[in-house]
């Protein structure tokens, strides 16, 4: 079954605008744990991960995190 599309949908800056305001009320408390949470499953994978493969992980959340950090 597929979503139904709305005219709406298609305007400029709609979605856009929808996702700010779906995210405007997300309180600061629920962003840093919301942080918190990624940051240790980002540690497990690390933890886990051999040698050659734990770079490239690392690198992989720094950039993560900077585009979550850039948002707020």
């Known amino acids: ?3 139904p ?3 709406q949908d298609y ?3 709609f979605l856009d605008a929808e996702a700010q305001a779906r995210e405007s009320d997300i ?3 629920t962003y840093i744990e919301h942080k918190r949470r990624l ?3 980002w540690f497990a994978y690390y933890k886990k991960a051999t040698v050659a493969r734990k ?3 690392l690198q992989q959340y720094n950039r993560i995190a900077s ?5 707020k």
Do not use: H
């Open 1 to 3: 079954m597929s979503t």
């Open 11 to 13: 305007l400029d800056g």
């Open 67 to 71: 585009m979550l950090e850039r948002q």
């Open 5 to 7: 599309k709305y005219e």
């Open 55 to 57: 770079q490239p992980i």
């Open 27 to 29: 309180d600061r408390q």
């Open 39 to 41: 940051a240790m499953r």
